[in-house]
């Protein structure tokens, strides 16, 4: 089985096409699973990649949508969220709450409803790149879509 007919990948493809038949997934020879490693493989800036990190508090999930060059910033959502307990969910909660392994989380596609948070900070780029279901798959993106396909609030939490 191709990367490509992978259920998650398929999962996302789903979804992007539901909102844009112009948006495609693309496999990349080489991983993404980090921001370095897609912006390498990618040709462009670490910023525009979206890192999408879930983050935890004691009775909900949180997906932030954060550029490659910046670092989620707890006490920002914490504020954001008025709570004092927040942490980053374990590899298990990833793949329960969004349907992917940590490397290949999408923003779109979560087999559980998220509250999703994107950084303000994205805005710099024309486009952006995410993840789509595995670590050498990704999507093509802009901030305005992004937002509207998330239906994800626009916050400033990184640092």
Known sequence: MSILEKEPVKRVE?????YDSN???????????????AAASLNCEVGA???????KSE????????AG?????????????????LSMASADEVKEITGYTIG???PVGHLKEIEIYIDNSLERF?????AAGHPNCVF????????????GLIKEISE
């Open 140 to 151: 093509k993106i802009n901030y305005l879509n992004l937002q509207k396909i998330t239906q």
């Open 14 to 18: 789903k979804y992007l096409k539901e």
């Open 104 to 106: 290949g989380v999408s």
């Open 69 to 85: 060059d910046k670092k989620g910033s707890l006490n920002k959502i914490k504020k954001i969220l008025n709570i004092k307990d």
């Open 49 to 55: 990649i979206i890192k999408s990190l879930l983050f």
């Open 126 to 130: 024309e486009n952006l790149y995410a």
């Open 23 to 37: 948006l495609n997934i693309t496999l990349l020879n080489s991983s993404a699973r980090t921001a370095l490693e």
């Open 59 to 66: 009775n909900t999930f949180i997906l932030c949508l954060i």
